[in-house]
């Protein structure tokens, strides 16, 4: 079993910060590319920003330049850092990660129950 488990949201005002985390446990062998989600009401999911096993990066055109993502291999833990939120930003923020997992060895995508971050004054 792979768990992921997501903290940090929370509600902050227009141009503030926030920082999510999302640390995976259980019977992990190895984990390849970490990322993290969003979805608005009445939205489809959209990425945001993934990171390799690396540490190469990607971000969604929408919050280049605000956030950050960066990972703690050795914790299996992935952040992600949002700065400048806008209220656009309010949603609820899903972590994934491709994971093989201990004894199968096949990979799959994991998912976070997800956390809620709202942008609001």
């Known amino acids: 079993q792979v768990q992921l488990v997501e903290s940090g949201g929370g509600l902050v005002q227009p141009g503030g910060s926030l920082r999510l985390s999302c640390a995976a446990s259980?019977?992990?062998?190895?984990?390849?590319?970490m990322g993290w989600y969003r979805q608005a009401p009445e939205k489809e999911r959209e990425l945001v920003a993934t990171?390799?096993?690396?540490?190469?990066?990607n971000y969604a055109d929408s919050v280049k330049g605000r956030f950050t993502i960066s990972r703690d291999n050795a914790k299996n833990t992935v952040y992600l850092q949002m700065n400048s939120l806008k209220p656009e930003d309010t949603a609820v923020y899903y972590c994934?990660?491709?994971?093989?997992?201990?004894?199968?060895?096949?990979?799959?995508?994991?998912w976070g129950q997800g956390t809620q971050v709202t942008v609001s004054s």
């Open positions: 994934n990660a491709d994971v093989k997992p201990i004894p199968s060895y096949i990979r799959a995508a994991y």
């Open positions: 259980g019977s992990i062998f190895r984990i390849n590319a």
């Open positions: 990171i390799t096993s690396g540490g190469s990066t």
